[in-house]
């Protein structure tokens, strides 16, 4: 990503929910560039609108008022298929309770994603081989026949951020992606995530984890449906040392 | 995705439930296999009127006693129609080709020691192959002077020929005939089963020798020389009604009754025709309703259960949608899964149907035809039902709201 362009740039962002009397602002005009290649945290109480924002970042939703574009197109007000067309091929999701497929195996949740792209119709078996390697990058070469019920909670959150990684999208966007782990397994899931902001994702993550937080480049923090607060984090990248 | 993928999905998905797609698949089965056997009765119930009209000989007018219950053959021998009759209607009307009068009796045949029990003896007269439309494989018929005299003659059915004499020639041969020996005088080439009658397997004589020799004779001082049935061959269709007409006039005078109150009845291979097609046509609508009905039960079962799956199955639909599947892919995914599954009720229900076919046809005197179309009708019905009532579930998934659907437990 070299362009100067925001990844992300939302204007005066809004959601409301009802209708006519009685109606509930979700989101109350937000507006946030993100740049091509950063690591950003969005923090906030129960009800201040950060699950609004990703559904809106993450063209599930379209907004009521207010303009999004996504690496300069606008995206605010496009019909059903071309949001799900965009969320194909620009955006990986990495939700907090993982979101496999029961019955399909690791490498046929990877290939998911493949599947539904019209843009690029593939084979099976280049489908097959984009899908082990993805599975390869975070490191379950080896589980790609498992199904998600045998394999560790860790490794089921692998499995989906391959899944995110396979169309090589524009942006990652993670909910909660440690919320349902224990410590250990989060902390790996943090650190392939590091990884990937390292290789140059760019990658939008809600947490309630103020030290995970703190491990990222900007935590944008949620009140109300307002932006609270920006904060640009002192050490935007762990060094090994750290880890340890 | 393209269709080899869309069947895969939707195939796993089959499987993955067996027993629900199963009971699923019931109604259509049931459906399909009703068409099947509604079409292969009706059809076979045609052939055997077909070969009826054929089989009967054509123009012919039957006169039987008492009331006509269906055709020939089935009349109520309660009432006087007589051997005198038929020279009658032969002499009097007009436009009558031929003139052929039955009456049969039961009687054991033997020859040497081969004895056969309960064979059909036919009295009739000389016009009896030319009207029935049979052939004489060798030998001869009996003429009209050897029934005035009585001439104690038996002309076998081929079945029977090959029964009592094996290969050797019978003609020449004597036969016993309950108490009485008749000389066969010829064998009939073989004809089949003509309105239910096995033609093979009777022995034909003249009437007169029934009427003498196998007529019971406490029942003879009754019904003298009574007959079964007179058949009468018109020279031509168009005139069959005036013929008809002119039979029966002169009937009820020789017996002595008004047309209202006849004691006797006057068809047609036409009236036989009706009789058996309009029967044939309310089973067939009657058959056609229970299919209707079940493959629409069958489609509403589909509809209950795919609406099941989907609601089941929101969260695995939210989660394909975020990765990129249109409503259109998801709207495919369930609708290519409730036309599999109508599909495959529909090869389950062709292969009940036709086998229930043929065994019902095996195991009831009733005749059935599997006739190929019905396969494709019955297969073209369940793909419909499918469309039709997989199309509401399929929708309903496809409109799912993605973040209500990923929200979904």
């Known amino acids: 990503m070299n362009s100067a362009e925001p990844i992300i740039h939302t204007s005066e962002l809004s959601r ?9 602002t979700a989101l109350d005009a937000v507006s946030i560039d993100i740049q091509a290649g950063e690591f950003v945290a969005v923090m906030g109480p129960s009800g201040s609108g950060k699950s609004t924002l990703m559904n809106l970042v993450g063209c599930l939703d379209r907004p009521t008022s207010g303009s999004y574009l996504l690496k300069g197109e606008d995206v605010s007000h496009l019909d059903r298929d071309a949001l799900a067309a965009i969320r194909g091929r620009s955006i990986g999701f990495v939700f907090q309770s993982y979101n496999l497929l029961a019955r399909a195996t690791a490498e046929e949740n990877v290939m998911l994603p493949l599947l539904y792209d019209r843009g690029q119709r593939r084979q099976p078996a280049q489908r097959r081989e984009m899908a082990r390697q993805a599975l390869e990058a975070v490191g379950l070469a080896g589980r790609t026949s498992h199904l998600p019920s045998e394999m560790s909670g860790g490794e089921q959150q692998r499995v989906a951020i391959a899944r995110a990684l396979v169309n090589d999208p524009l942006l990652v966007l ?47 923090h949620l009140r109300d449906g307002h932006i609270d607060t920006i904060v640009r984090n002192g050490h935007a990248r762990r060094t090994e040392a750290q880890k340890v | 995705m393209d269709l080899r993928e869309l069947l895969h999905l939707a195939w796993n998905s089959i499987l993955a439930n067996r ?37 009967l000989g054509s123009n012919l007018v039957f006169v039987t006693s008492g009331f006509s219950r269906g055709g020939p053959g089935r009349g109520v021998p309660n009432a006087g129609l007589k051997f005198d009759d038929a020279a009658a209607i032969a002499d009097e009307v007009s436009g009558v080709v031929a003139v052929v009068v039955e009456q049969n009796a039961q009687e054991t045949v033997e020859v040497g020691n081969v004895t056969v029990e309960q064979v059909e003896v036919l009295g009739t007269t000389p016009g009896f192959p030319s009207v029935r439309e049979v052939k004489l494989a060798s030998g001869r018929y009996f003429t009209d002077v050897e029934v005035e005299r009585k001439t104690k003659l038996a002309v076998l059915g081929a079945s029977l020929a090959q029964e009592l004499f094996g290969p050797s020639d019978p003609i020449g041969q004597s036969v016993k005939v309950g108490n009485s020996d008749l000389t066969v005088i010829g064998v009939f080439a073989k004809r089949g089963m003509v309105s239910g009658v096995d033609f093979d397997a009777r022995l034909y004589t003249p009437i007169t020798v029934v009427f003498q020799k196998f007529t019971p004779r406490e029942f003879a001082r009754f019904l003298g020389n009574q007959v079964r049935v007179i058949y009468v061959k018109v020279a031509d269709r168009a005139t069959m009604d005036r013929t008809i007409e002119q039979i029966k006039l002169l009937l009820a005078k020789r017996h002595d009754v008004t047309l209202d109150a006849a004691d006797f009845t006057v068809t047609t291979q036409d009236d036989i025709i009706q009789t058996q097609e309009s029967a044939t046509s309310a089973f067939r609508s009657l058959l056609a309703w229970v299919a209707g009905v079940s493959l629409i039960v069958g ?32 709207r495919y995914q369930f609708l290519t899964e409730a036309i599999l599954l109508s599909l495959f009720g529909g090869a389950i229900g062709v292969l009940a149907g036709a086998g229930g076919a043929v065994l019902f046809g095996a195991m009831s005197d009733m005749r059935t035809v599997v006739v190929p179309t019905s396969i494709l009708l019955a297969f073209f019905s369940a793909a419909v039902v499918g469309v039709f009532f997989g199309y509401y579930p399929a929708n309903r998934a496809a409109m799912l709201d993605p973040i209500e659907a990923l929200r979904h437990e």
């Open chain 1, 16 to 24: 409301v929910y009802g209708r006519g009397a009685v109606t509930v």
């Open chain 1, 174 to 220: 993670a909910d909660e992606p440690t919320g349902n782990l224990d410590s250990h397994s989060g902390e790996e899931i943090m650190e392939l995530l590091h990884r990937l902001h390292r290789d140059g994702r760019t990658i939008v993550m809600v947490t309630h984890d103020r030290e995970i937080a703190a491990h990222t480049q900007r935590t944008i």
């Open chain 2, 19 to 55: 027993m629900r797609s199963l009971l699923t698949m019931l109604g259509i089965i049931i459906g399909v296999a009703a068409v099947i056997v509604m079409v292969a009765v009706s059809a076979g119930t045609e052939a055997t009127i077909e070969e009826r009209i054929t089989g």
């Open chain 2, 299 to 330: 489609g509403i079962g589909i509809m209950n259960i795919m609406l099941v799956s989907v609601s089941e199955r929101t969260r695995e639909i939210g989660i394909r949608q975020s990765v990129g599947a249109r409503p259109n892919d998801i």
